[in-house]
């Protein structure tokens, strides 16, 4: 299967994926415009690599393992961004409206994250994880139980 870059083709990606990798990116990232940006960087890198793709879960895992480095990849540069000292305040400043659980699965690592989004989020069983990020089976069920153990420590420490 190849993503030929067809008009439509990609409305076709777009219309299918965008809402599941939004909330994906959303999940590792504060900021909404971030989430947004790391779904089109996706989809930009998409369009230049044109990959060939053997299924559309190829496709799919394809799309979903891209966004969540773009969204690492902004985590990573909004952090070494020097910014004023009013600005990096507001920027620490906890979201009011942020539930404090999805607070804290966007504190985990991102290999944490990734699972526990992916499996609680989107409903994927640890064999799909599996195939959609291409690691072993036991390899998810086992950043499952560590990333809910971080979990817990995290919200027990905020009610602390």
């Known amino acids: 299967m190849h993503t030929s870059g ?23 990232l504060a900021s909404p415009a971030d989430a947004e940006d790391a779904v089109q960087e996706a989809f930009l890198r ?24 773009r969204a690492c990849d902004i985590r ?13 305040a507001l920027a620490a400043a906890p979201e009011p409206e942020a539930e404090p659980l999805l607070t804290a699965v966007r504190a985990l690592p991102e290999k ?13 069983s640890i064999q799909e994880i599996a195939n ?4 072993p089976v036991p390899t998810v069920g086992t950043r499952l139980a560590r990333g809910r153990e971080r979990l817990r420590r995290l919200l027990k420490e905020g009610r602390s």
């Open 76 to 88: 990573k540069s909004a952090a070494r961004r020097n910014l004023p000292l009013e600005e990096a």
């Open 46 to 69: 998409l369009l230049t690599t044109q990959p060939v793709f053997r299924d559309a879960e190829h496709e799919k895992a394809w799309l979903i393992r891209t966004t969540l480095h």
């Open 6 to 28: 067809t008009d439509e083709d990609i409305r076709r990606l777009v219309k299918t994926y965008s809402p599941m990798l939004l909330r994906l990116a959303a999940a590792r």
């Open 112 to 124: 944490y994250s990734a699972v526990i989004h992916l499996h609680y989020y989107e409903g994927y």
């Open 132 to 135: 959609l990020l291409g690691v």
